[in-house]
């Protein structure tokens, strides 16, 4: 509402108090007029139409009715009682219409006081000549607060027709058209009751100027604005012109004709200029408003490409905001200090099973319901402050419970956020389902290595390249008799004070690539140290580990003093041995010696016997002596042999570069007697100078080619001794015969000591020649062998080893 | 003129077989007898029951024997400025090298072993007759010009 608007509406208040005061003014004045006879108080002008009492009554009762009901409250008991005295100004100007009808004179004009001045102009004296009038009003004054918007409307039309008849009452006055009054109302009207009854239709037409047609004028809209400036010149304009075209006329300036032509192009061109004028003035105002209207529409577009612009920042903020909830890797839940869901996205949901809707509102505990919730509200024990400080956290590990129930282990992180709403904690929810399972099978690994590791047989050491204990295992706790804890984070040095640590670590000589690649060994011997002192033998095992802490290196512990022992005491049974197969040669050499010394004599004495007495004795003492001379003669050779096959192992000499070539001449010389009585021929390849024992050799060819020479059939025996190479440094030497042969079962025995194939009446022999070139082969660091076919001949090989660069051929 | 040989040896089947190799060998070679290896020295240095005894032509010795060994006996003689000239021949039954080797060590002027069969134990008397007796040339069997060391003999041998 303008300030126009409010100054209007004020006027038309101020306006209707005085109307109602006007009416209520006259009325009592009127009737004190009466009472006391005062003439000038009936009548303006002397001897002109009197204002009747129950006029002067409606007057006052209408006035009173308008002042009460112009607050507006109709409701009350003030409003009864305006509507009552509106009803009595109804009675009253009905009763005056009945009397004047019905021509009965119902006394009302006298009820009250006489008329003492007689009725002039009147019909019926003292009856109510605007009695219609009376009656518009009082029902425009009991209608005016009804319910029904057209009954409102009603009441007005009622007042504005009641200020018609009054309008039309001062007209003829002011027209002095006594007549025209005659005609249209039959009574005349005293000048100040058609005043005051003007002054009130108009009062009670503007007493509620919201509605109705009160309102078309007071409106603020361009219509109501027009009506309120062309009103007043509608009202005045005619009536002033009029009386003016009168007054003139009745000067006799000018016929009514001519008057009347004045006055109607005088009344044209006011209105013709008051329209003219109103309607440029409407039109400047149209133009300023339809200006203030763009403005508006101006801004209003702005205003609302502002809220636009807002909106979508404010759409886009949120969209970003939400956007990075829902992109979260995490479930993220928005709690606020009551411990109730305000917020969460997709990802909270699939963790825990719910939709949105069925979450937010609710309390936390519902799907955290163990040690979240407890952070966010003082209790007790804490203040707010110091439960807000708790609120942050990380990596908290906690139970989250889905809608089906079930359980899974989570961990959140929380943090505070001030909001409008107070603070809200923000939890990332991360489901650790798959982490703790994995703990769990690494927790499970752990346990199998340290398993593996305690179940080890050896003591097992785990050190770092610092050379520091890292991980033992019981067995190594016994070993060293350390507890673990006296010995993790221990120098390995003080268990093994040399030959480990060193190889771990890098120095100044090797780079830590070089140490690390030394790291790996096996069967190292080495000495621990127990925590008492003592040492004993270890043999220790190398493997570098890589581990996160860097490279570790797993050492396996055995110790070795029972093996040490046992090697020792082999040792020393070897030497014991050899003492005792020493000793044994040797008195295998002695005893094959101090024997021959009797056996000499036997044969001696025992042939001196059978030279000196032999045809002297009887045949049977020469038969008896013949046995004694052959038994001496073979228990010779025997001794022979075994002193030759003792001393294969006594006389130890080094091996020597020797002319294998030679060493054959020189068994062929040796066995020319034995060669010459067969006829054999002997043959031989080129030979290689060899590492050898040369006696050795001379009689390992000798008891060689003599057994081929001996185990002869019939015929001319051949002999060949041949060599080849086997591999870059060995000989192998053949000797060939065309003898009697072998069978296959017999190739390992005959190498065996007194072993033999034939009679003694067949072959003479000891049994022992092969045994010593078994032995001689032996000590040469190689073995003999024979290959034979029964009637085809013998081949018995050996292999020697050769001299650096030498060749059969360079023998030649 | 009698040859006389030393033999010293403790096996009297050796000293039987010995003697009648030589018997047969040279009918002028008389042959001494010691058991032992004392018996021997007391031979050679004339003492007690030897005092009589002949300064020998020839020593045979043998190695192995109680009291007192034929190595010590050997170096006896030969650390002796007036026993050393006497042919000391080893005759025993080892063959063995450190023997033979050791022998010669001590100065042994010759070294056999004894064969096992008789024939050639007689066939060795016979070589040491032949060689060392007969052929070659002893102390005291020199020209006249070495008449001193004959006179020298004796006179040694008296001292």
Redesign the interface.
């Known amino acids: 509402m303008s300030d126009s608007d409010i100054r209007l509406f004020r006027r038309l208040q101020l306006y209707c108090q005085v109307s109602a005061l006007a009416a209520m003014g006259v009325g009592v004045l009127v009737m004190f007029g009466w009472a006391f006879h005062i003439g000038a108080l009936l009548t303006i002008f002397p001897g002109d139409v009197t204002m009747k009492v129950n006029t002067a009554l409606g007057l006052a009762f209408a006035g009173t009715s308008l002042w009460l009901l112009l607050p507006g409250e109709s409701r009350t008991r003030r409003g009864q009682i305006a509507r009552l005295l509106a009803l009595l100004v109804v009675l009253i100007g009905a009763a005056t219409l009945i009397e004047y009808f019905s021509g009965l004179n119902l006394g009302i004009d006298q009820l009250i006081f006489g008329d003492p001045l007689g009725s002039n102009g009147t019909s019926s004296p003292g009856r109510l000549a605007p009695a219609t009038a009376f009656i518009a009003i009082g029902l425009a004054l009991m209608l005016l607060d009804s319910k029904a918007p057209r009954v409102r409307w009603t009441a007005q039309a009622l007042s504005l027709w009641a200020g018609v008849i009054a309008m039309a009452a001062i007209n003829g006055y002011i027209y002095h058209a006594v007549v025209l009054s005659r005609i249209w109302l039959y009574t005349q009207v005293a000048v100040h009751s058609a005043i005051a009854l003007l002054l009130l239709s108009g009062g009670i037409f503007f007493a509620r100027p919201r509605g109705g047609p009160a309102g078309d004028l007071t409106g603020a809209g361009s219509g109501s604005l027009m009506a309120r400036r062309l009103l007043p010149a509608v009202l005045l304009v005619p009536i002033s012109l009029g009386w003016i075209a009168l007054q003139g006329e009745s000067a006799g300036l000018y016929r009514a004709e001519l008057g009347l032509a004045l006055y109607a192009t005088v009344s044209v061109l006011v209105f013709a200029v008051l329209v003219w004028s109103n309607a440029r003035k409407m039109n400047r105002e149209y133009d300023q408003r339809s200006q203030a209207e763009t403005d508006i529409r101006k801004l209003n577009t702005e205003l609302e490409g502002r809220v636009a612009e807002r909106t979508t920042h404010l759409v886009q903020m949120e969209g970003r905001y939400r956007g990075l909830l829902e992109a979260a890797p995490d479930a993220m839940v928005v709690v606020n200090v009551a411990g109730e869901i305000v917020l969460l996205n997709v990802r909270a949901e699939e963790q825990f099973g719910y939709s949105r809707d069925e979450l937010i509102g609710q309390k936390v505990k519902n799907i955290i319901p163990e040690g979240f919730a407890e952070r966010l509200i003082a209790d007790g024990t804490r203040s707010a402050s110091e439960a807000l400080a708790q609120q942050i956290g990380t990596g908290i590990e906690l139970i989250g419970r889905r809608r089906d129930g079930s359980e899974f282990p989570i961990e959140i992180m929380l943090s505070p956020l001030e909001s409008p709403e107070g603070i809200l904690v923000t939890a990332a929810i991360r489901d650790i389902s798959v982490r703790k399972g994995a703990e769990k099978h690494l927790a499970q690994m752990e346990g199998r290595y340290h398993g593996l590791l305690e179940a080890a047989p050896d003591a097992m050491v785990v050190v770092n390249v610092a050379g520091e204990i890292v991980l033992l295992n019981v067995q190594a706790e016994n070993q060293f008799g350390y507890s673990r804890d006296e010995l993790v984070g221990q120098k390995v040095k003080n268990i093994i004070p040399e030959g480990f640590a060193e190889r771990i670590i890098a120095d100044g000589t090797r780079s830590a690539a070089d140490a690390l690649a030394q790291q790996i060994g096996t069967g190292i011997e080495l000495l621990g140290r127990r925590k008492d002192g003592s040492q004993f033998p270890i043999e220790i095992m190398l493997s570098p580990l890589e581990s996160p802490d860097g490279i570790l290196v797993t050492a396996a512990i055995r110790d070795i003093s029972v093996r040490k022992a046992a090697e020792a005491d082999l040792l020393q049974k070897i030497d014991e041995l050899n003492l005792s197969n020493e000793e044994l040669g040797k008195f295998a050499y002695i005893a094959s ?1 101090d024997l ?2 009797p ?3 036997v ?3 025992t ?2 016997l059978s ?1 000196r007495y032999k045809g002297k004795l009887d045949a049977e003492a020469d038969e008896f002596i013949a046995f004694a001379v052959d038994g ?1 003669n073979r228990m ?1 050779r025997l001794i022979q042999d075994l002193l030759s096959y003792s001393r294969v192992g006594t006389k130890r000499r080094e091996l020597v570069d020797t002319s294998s070539e030679e060493a054959l001449q020189r068994a062929l010389v040796n066995l020319r007697s034995a060669v010459e009585e067969s006829g054999a021929l002997v043959t031989h390849d080129p030979l290689p100078t060899v590492l050898a024992d040369e006696m050795q050799l001379i009689q390992m060819f000798q008891n060689l080619i003599g057994n081929a020479i001996k185990y002869q059939k019939p015929g001319v025996p051949r002999v060949h001794i041949s060599v080849v190479r086997n591999g870059a440094k060995q000989w192998t030497f053949s000797v060939k015969d065309n003898g009697l042969g072998i069978e296959p079962q017999y190739f390992e025995k005959i190498f065996g000591m007194f072993q033999r194939l034939h009679k003694r009446e067949e072959f003479a022999g000891t049994g022992i020649g092969l045994a010593i070139c078994k032995k001689i082969a032996e000590r040469h660091g190689g073995s003999i062998s024979v290959a034979s076919e029964p009637g085809q001949g013998s081949t018995f090989s050996f292999a020697l080893e050769g001299v650096k660069g030498s060749h059969a051929s360079q023998q030649e | 003129m009698a040859l006389e040989v030393l033999l010293v040896e403790d ?1 009297p ?2 000293v039987r ?1 010995t003697r ?1 190799a030589f018997r047969a060998a040279n009918e002028a070679v008389r042959l001494h007898v010691a058991t032992d290896g004392v018996d021997a020295m007391a031979f050679l240095n004339r003492e007690g029951a030897y005092s009589d005894a002949p300064r020998p032509d020839l020593t045979l010795l043998d190695l192995n024997m109680p009291k007192m060994d034929g190595r010590e006996v050997l170096s006896r003689i030969k650390g002796d400025e007036v026993l050393r000239s006497i042919p000391t021949v080893v005759l025993t ?2 063959t ?1 090298e450190e023997d033979i080797a050791k022998s010669y060590e001590l100065h042994a002027n010759c070294y056999f072993s ?1 064969p ?4 050639a ?1 007689e066939e060795l008397v016979s070589s040491i007759n032949s060689f060392l007796l007969v052929t070659a040339k002893l102390p005291g069997q020199g020209n006249a010009d070495a008449s001193d060391t004959q006179e020298q003999g004796p006179e040694g041998i008296g001292k």
């Open positions: 010696h021959q010394e056996l000499r004599m044969a001696s004495y042939q001196l030279r001496a010779q | 096996s089947g050796d077989l009648e039954t080892s063995a004894k096992v069969g008789l024939e134990f």
